[in-house]
């Protein structure tokens, strides 16, 4: 779990009891139990208001849950996607002074498999959240992260986008939902228990996941993984919104890490409120207006439970990966500088993605992010000069051309590894190469002929990622043959270009 | 068991390329560091033929290899640039004293004029004496602010057309962290920028044709080449938010060494959203030099040095600047505030 949550937790204890006892600031009666700004401390009442109005406040803004939609929620079982559940909990009781209108499901990744978790140690996390969401009695969904090796194809093709929902769209939807008098959206108990995972599939995603030679490629190619899954299964439960569980300090390491991985283009998507690139099924992030340390306050004082669940990069050390650097950095100026999370939160908010997304064409999105891409070779960029670069340390490169453009070559996609990968990285995924010598050893770039076809179909960040794994042919089928789909594609529309009258206009 | 070089096969490699990871041997990574260079040059439109060109020339690893390469260039793509140096003087004895001789030393070699602006001559304080007045904590603050303006009045003395930095692509890289740690959307939008124009009278319009060049592989290109730079820092260290961001960037390299690039990469592709203020540039009222405020940055710290109230300059103090202007005496109070040196 993120790291920066958890260390909220001892200076917690000591802020908890104010010295003297102070008044709340708000109803100037009650005393104070918390102090969330210098200055503002609230008395429990005061407080929990101020954080039940928060989350009305911040869905209220953006408007993107219409009325009687069904909205799923990705609970990974920690303190924050847990207090997102609890404040859903709580907007639909019937006391709720002004009662939220959609429909919730909860969905459980169980990442266990890929984290190396014992079976019997998966089989008790599983049901102390399924205790968890019982008590909800929302609908829950526990999906092993195995199944993602069997999703089909259509998950990183071209979704449909949704009809348009303009601003008009919003009051209609309220005007059904007030005739239907709310009859027939009582919400339908149903569990899905977790299926059985086969051993054979958690040493296929094992190996998957080892495939990766550093510790950042393997963790962000698990967050592909799992968005995957998530998309995946609000479309198959017929879900057509997601809520993560992210808060503010969550995403302000998340920006900085984005910066630090090359998805600057990406970045309004990853850390914004709503994240259209699947566009059927978008994502929200109701949590994001909360710093972790509210929501430990929050949970602790009003027992909403949240289970302890190991990730890639627990207990490992600090420049293991740049995802594991940049959480402990912002951690560390945090504790220098208090400002420091809301300052990078609010630049968050400044951005918004590069190109308008809703007109780029199918091929033009990332194979794994769906992002739109964002290596159109241009003129003295970072991206260009990469590519020089590698030209002018290669033999073979052309010497003499001065001002040579290299063009990214459509080449035949080649998903079998064919060259002999540098011995000491391909060992299984056990460790961590890169740590030992600082990175620069074996395991940095300039080589991975097999993977050339599939780069030309990723976004730059995601093909970083794909360098650093040892072979891509172990990725799952139904991202492979999407893969080949679009190469397939591309290779027609080069043959019939020249009678085509717009470029970039196809209508697939 | 030696190693060739990856790209011609044939000689003994010497060095593991940091930006790539590639074995070349020396000729060879001259060759790919210098046609890179050129590369930018040309891909980014950065001179013209004919231009006269000044090298912002600090004595350092940076600006020496940028001195070298550009005269070498020139030479050897006829760009027909008119190529000179420029320096600035702080007033910093034994560190820009060394560095100066060093870039004189430049001179000789690379038969460029050169032109030495100090800040004693134009501002009528050193940064020795700043320091004294201002305490060593916000000292780079006048620093910075100081040499952008003495580059330009440089600049505008010798009459060139453009001057090129010895900014690099790890200066960028820790540029886009500070301005996201600072959350500076103007700053950010901007340091990426591989040239800007002119702003405005009094402003040079700037370019960095190392953008792209790795400080590790600078180091080795003038290491390899035996040029003569100065490498101590200066002693007057930075402050602390840019250290932090510049620790931050060397762990994010040993993780993954092409981080800065990826970092150069993402500045690049940022994308302000419609609405969002920035601050519109107008002129200094006092001196005519580019400022979003009534009175420019350096006009406002000099102000302060003189007026022995040297927290004026730092923080927002907006509303002084109109009584600045007019000459008029600060109230007891408000001098009161701006006199610690605390800050
Ligand atoms: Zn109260
Ligand atoms: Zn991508
Ligand atoms: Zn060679
Ligand atoms: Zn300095
Ligand atoms: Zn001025």
Known sequence: MCQVDEDYHEPLQRAEVPSVSKKCVKCKEGTAAVVIRAGDAFCRGCFKEYFIHKFRAVLGKHRVLYPGEKVLLAVSGGPSSCSMLSQVQEGLSQNAHKKLRFLPGIVFIDEGGAVGQSVEDRRRMVAELQAVFKATGFPFHVVPLEQVLDLPSSVVAAAPSPSERAAGAYKVA??????????GVTLKREESAPADVQESSTHSLQQLIGSAKTLTAREDLLNTLRQHLLVHTARTEGYSKVMLGDNCTRLAVKLLTSISLGRGAQLAQDTGFSDSRYRDIILVRPMRDYSAKEIAYYNRMFCVPS??????????????????????????????????????????????????????????RCLLCMCALDTAVENASAFQATLISEQLSQAKAPAATSAAIPRQNPAPMEPESTAATGQCCSSGGGEDCGKAVGGVGCCSSAKGPESTGLRSLLCYSCQLTIRDMSSVERLPHYILSEAQRRQRRSQMREEISEFLLDEGDEGD | MPVLCSNCIDKRAVLKRPKTGHSLCKECFFWAFEEEVHQTIVAAKLFKHGEKVGIAASGGKDSTVLAHVMKLLNERYNYGLELMLLSVDEGISGYRDDSLETVKRNQQQYELPLKIVSYEELYGWTMDAIVKQVGRKNNCTFCGVFRRQALDRGAIMLKVDKICTGHNADDVAETVLMNVLRGDIARLRRCTAISTASEGEGVVPRCKPLKYAYEKEIVLYAYFKKLDYFSTECIYSPNAYRGHARTFLKDLESVRPSSIMDIVHSGENLSVREGVKMPVQGTCKQCGYISSQALCKSCVLLEGLNRGLPKLGIGKHHRLHDKILSKQPLTEKEERKLKSVDF
């Open chain 1, 174 to 183: 309220v005007g059904h939902f007030i005739q239907s008098d709310g009859v």
């Open chain 1, 307 to 364: 289970v302890f669940i190991p990730s890639l990069d627990t207990k490992t050390a600090d420049k293991s990966s740049i995802q594991r650097l940049t959480e402990s950095f912002v951690t560390r100026l945090q504790a220098d500088f208090p400002s420091t999370v809301s300052t990078i939160y609010r630049t968050s908010e400044k951005l918004q993605t590069c190109k308008s997304s809703s007109t780029a064409d199918h091929c033009d």
